[in-house]
């Protein structure tokens, strides 16, 4: 091991999958509008669609008398799980609440048969829509930051195969998962005794022996759970090449490996959870991602924070870190975010001992990302990834 090796955490928040076209919680409102206006619709997008919208309506006539931002993913998933609780909406509204949201991301992020820059069906509007963001957030070689990033993940496990460096996500989309997975790389969700699909299984091989622990502590878009097993599986990122379909969600909803062929999709339901007041309940099956989390956290000697916000909402993560960070380790913390705010945020989370030998913040998240980092073990920056060995390794794997 390089004597200069610091073992990295990532923590990725909504923020890293804007420049791939991803809402941020407080646009997810009209994010969902825009898919159900734009289309295509499949199976019973609409009638999925029909309900959130509806229920974001109903909510609307109590914000009347109390201040609700029902235009925030965050304050209308919690209500919604809040009226489950209570026995006034039932599994299968939310089954549709959660789908829309999940069709939502799928409709405007990359598309999920194909990588940056390969020939298919992309929206040019969605097109002009997310190079204007990237360009905005001042991002170089837009179309392969998330392969740099993936393979500089990876190269720390090539270097360091024991002990390499690991992400904790909190966001639902598969942006990393399909990096990883078109360069070559498995992925270690730290789920415990679940199947895979077998479309996951012939697209997810790698001639590496270790796993890149990627920890989704609010659920994914390719993990479903069956209602008539009561188990959870693992769908794949991407379609393989080569196969033809409308649309990965639903495809991977009708396979699952539990059930015959042939059960109602409609039994398979994504697995994410709220990012607000009800995490209890899904306590059983994330438990052992989350004690994961904590102990990448413990082992770290920097935490880097990617595009999360921290906000009032999840407390959450203000726990988790707090049992995790090992007194005396010395690990530092760097905020990447454009939003002086968000930084504001976590100084009066840290104590002032802290956040003044031990806190930074990086106001952008560009190419260069990695530059306050002495990261003399991997061969390069972003920059340098990002045309010349990325899109070759990307291509080749592809």
Not at 26 to 53: I, Q, V, W
Not at 128 to 142: C, E, M, Y
Request: glycine content about 6%; some cysteine; charged content about 25%.
């Amino acid at each position: 091991m390089p004597k200069d090796y610091k073992r990295n955490v990532y923590i990725l928040g909504a923020g890293f999958s804007k420049p791939a076209n991803g809402p941020l919680m407080s646009e997810f409102f009209d994010a969902m509008m825009d898919t159900y206006h734009r289309g295509p619709l499949l199976n019973d997008d609409k009638s999925c669609f029909d309900f959130a919208l509806e229920f974001r309506q109903e909510m609307a006539k109590t914000s009347d008398n109390l201040v609700l931002h029902l235009d925030n993913l965050e304050d209308l998933f919690g209500l919604l799980e809040m009226q489950v609780a209570l026995g006034r909406r039932d599994e299968e509204h939310k089954r549709k609440f959660v789908h829309s949201v999940l069709r939502t991301l799928e409709s405007r992020m990359w598309n999920a048969q194909t990588a940056p820059g390969k020939s298919g069906r992309v929206d040019s509007r969605a097109e002009s829509k997310r190079t204007d963001l990237q360009n905005s957030w001042g991002i170089q070689n837009h179309r392969w930051l998330y392969y740099a990033f993936a393979e500089m993940v990876a190269q720390s496990h090539l270097d360091n195969p024991s002990s390499g460096d690991s992400i904790i996500s909190f966001n639902y989309d598969l942006t990393p998962d399909r990096a990883f997975c078109e360069l070559g790389y498995k992925v270690d969700y730290g789920l415990n005794s679940v199947k895979t699909t077998a479309t996951y299984d012939s697209i997810n091989r790698s001639p590496h022996s270790f796993s890149i622990p990627l920890y989704k502590l609010h659920g994914s878009a390719n993990w479903f759970r069956c209602a008539v097993h009561q188990k959870t599986y693992v769908a794949p990122s991407r379609f393989p090449m080569g196969y033809s379909a409308d649309s990965l969600l639903w495809d991977s909803a009708a396979k699952c490996p539990y059930c015959m062929p042939g059960v109602d999709s409609s039994k398979h339901t994504a697995f994410i959870v709220p990012p607000t007041w009800n995490k209890a309940i899904y306590q059983l099956d994330l438990l052992e991602v989350w004690r994961k989390a904590v102990e990448a956290i413990s082992n770290a000697d920097r935490i880097v924070v990617i595009g999360f916000s921290l906000p009032d909402t999840d407390i959450f993560f203000r726990y988790m870190l707090a049992s995790g960070l090992k007194i005396g380790r010395g690990v530092k913390i760097y905020l990447l975010d454009p939003d002086e705010r968000v930084a504001r945020r976590y100084e009066s989370f840290l104590s002032p001992t802290f956040r003044q030998s031990r806190f930074e913040w990086v106001n952008s998240f560009t190419a260069e990302f990695s530059i306050p980092f002495d990261r003399s073990w991997h061969r390069g920056t972003f920059d340098e990834f990002g045309i010349r060995e990325i899109s070759h390794r990307a291509n080749r794997s592809l």
